[in-house]
């Protein structure tokens, strides 16, 4: 867990007003929108949290002890005040940036898969094919490199990059940071392609909409039962690169009905970002969510 990986400094692209978002507990040396941060939430698996409990029906074990972990050198309170710091902190600033996007009607998704799903194709893909019926942002997320924010403004959107660094994903400060400077127009859409990592970005909220899981077909059906938290958390999962399953011995029914086994509420697409297979019903999907947000207009 994020208490003790040590994620650390993100450089975030274009930040004329701070280079770095300190990731975590370092990250609040200032105000966003000048609002403070307060806000609490707590994400571990109590023996009597359903969430585990759903999680133990699917055959997945968390450690002994009140924490659900294993962490050598450090007990289970310790590592339960330390998550809950750390998350409390930054559910400060996902409110903030929460705020901020229904204010100006703004639909933030935040997509989160393996590294090696597809997960910038398929963003290239759909907003090549959206940007005349929609304006698209969005704000790419790595440990290093500018390659997928190249890749994406090659599609004549506007992109900025987050480098993580050390870090195994975008934390709400962070993500605050890059839409101040992004400035995403009102009534648009914001992408926000979260590092790859099945694991520590189930934890964290960004302010999005919606999580959406890119899982590959590649991959194998039983990710959902490996990850649990990860798509109990997410609204709609992603099964790309059906293109590829003439090839490989993947059950779809199976993989799908894992994921229902987690999270019964979760909606669930077959895509091939390549052959374009799926994608107009994400189109629908994504239309039909952004139509339901209530219309605000902007607050001074």
Same mark, same amino acid.
């Given at each position: 867990?994020?208490?003790?990986?040590?994620?650390?400094?993100?450089?975030?692209?274009?930040?004329?007003?701070?280079?770095?978002?300190?990731?975590?507990?370092?990250?609040?040396?200032?105000?966003?929108?000048?609002?403070?941060?307060?806000?609490?939430?707590?994400?571990?698996?109590?023996?009597?949290?359903?969430?585990?409990?759903?999680?133990?029906?699917?055959?997945?074990?968390?450690?002994?002890?009140?924490?659900?972990?294993?962490?050598?050198?450090?007990?289970?309170?310790?590592?339960?005040?330390?998550?809950?710091?750390?998350?409390?902190?930054?559910?400060?600033?996902?409110?903030?940036?929460?705020?901020?996007?229904?204010?100006?009607?703004?639909?933030?998704?935040?997509?989160?898969?393996?590294?090696?799903?597809?997960?910038?194709?398929?963003?290239?893909?759909?907003?090549?094919?959206?940007?005349?019926?929609? %304006?698209?942002?969005?704000?790419?997320?790595?440990?290093?490199?500018?390659?997928?924010?190249?890749?994406?403004?090659?599609?004549?959107?506007?992109?900025?990059?987050?480098?993580?660094?050390?870090?195994?994903?975008?934390?709400?400060?962070m993500v605050g940071h890059a839409r101040q400077n992004?400035?995403?127009?009102?009534?648009?859409?914001?992408?926000?392609?979260?590092?790859?990592?099945?694991?520590?970005?189930?934890?964290?909220?960004?302010?999005?909409?919606?999580?959406?899981?890119?899982?590959?077909?590649?991959?194998?059906?039983d990710k959902p039962l490996k990850y649990p938290n990860m798509f109990a958390a997410s609204d709609l999962?992603?099964?790309?690169?059906?293109?590829?399953?003439?090839?490989?011995?993947?059950?779809?029914?199976?993989?799908?009905?894992?994921?229902?086994?987690?999270?019964?509420?979760?909606?669930?697409? %077959? %895509?091939?970002?390549?052959?374009?297979?799926?994608?107009?019903?994400?189109?629908?999907?994504?239309?039909?969510?952004?139509?339901?947000?209530?219309?605000?207009?902007?607050?001074?």
């Open positions: 867990m994020c208490a003790v990986c040590g994620c650390g400094t993100a450089v975030i692209e274009g930040d004329n007003s701070k280079a770095e978002a300190r990731g975590h507990a370092g990250a609040h040396g200032h105000d966003h929108d000048q609002h403070h941060h307060h806000h609490g939430h707590d994400h571990h698996h109590s023996p009597d949290d359903p969430d585990r409990d759903r999680a133990e029906d699917c055959g997945v074990h968390y450690g002994d002890g009140i924490a659900g972990v294993h962490v050598p050198g450090m007990s289970q309170e310790r590592i339960i005040q330390v998550e809950k710091d750390i998350l409390s902190k930054n559910d400060g600033y996902a409110a903030e940036n929460r705020a901020f996007f229904v204010q100006n009607r703004i639909f933030a998704l935040n997509f989160v898969s393996s590294p090696g799903s597809g997960k910038t194709s398929f963003l290239v893909r759909a907003i090549r094919e959206l940007k005349d019926r929609m %304006v698209i942002n969005v704000i790419e997320g790595d440990q290093q490199t500018s390659n997928d924010a190249a890749r994406i403004r090659e599609t004549g959107a506007r992109a900025i990059q987050i480098n993580t660094g050390k870090g195994c994903h975008l934390d709400a400060h992004l400035a995403p127009e009102p009534g648009s859409i914001l992408f926000i392609e979260n590092v790859g990592n099945l694991v520590c970005p189930a934890a964290f909220d960004l302010g999005e909409a919606h999580k959406v899981v890119v899982l590959s077909v590649t991959e194998g059906e999962m992603i099964l790309n690169k059906s293109d590829l399953l003439a090839h490989l011995d993947f059950n779809v029914g199976l993989c799908i009905a894992h994921a229902l086994r987690v999270n019964p509420r979760l909606q669930t697409l %077959v %895509v091939s970002a390549r052959s374009g297979e799926g994608m107009e019903a994400f189109y629908a999907w994504l239309e039909a969510s952004f139509a339901r947000l209530p219309r605000r207009a902007k607050v001074p």
